[in-house]
């Protein structure tokens, strides 16, 4: 996902894990629990990206339904 600032594209840019149909940001970790940054981190991209609907999964549990935080914009 690019930068772009008073319609200056930027060449760094944010590395969003996976983007499905351009509607929902599917952001992937391997982490023992969610923090306030990796909720911060999609919510980033949801407003950067004019998205609605963005996925935090940890795939680090023993059972992926535990792993999922739903995040919406």
């Given amino acids: 996902m690019?930068?772009?600032?008073?319609?200056?594209?930027?060449?760094?840019?944010?590395?969003?894990?996976?983007?499905?149909?351009?509607?929902?940001?599917?952001?992937?970790?391997?982490?023992?629990?969610?923090?306030?940054?990796?909720?911060?981190?999609?919510l980033t991209y949801l407003n950067l990206g004019n998205y609605k609907l963005g996925l935090l999964l940890n795939f680090q549990t023993t059972m992926l339904k535990n792993g999922i935080k739903r995040i919406i914009n």
């Fill in 2 to 42: 690019p930068i772009v600032y008073k319609e200056v594209k930027l060449d760094h840019g944010y590395r969003i894990d996976l983007l499905v149909e351009e509607k929902v940001v599917i952001e992937i970790k391997t982490v023992d629990a969610f923090n306030d940054v990796h909720t911060a981190q999609v």
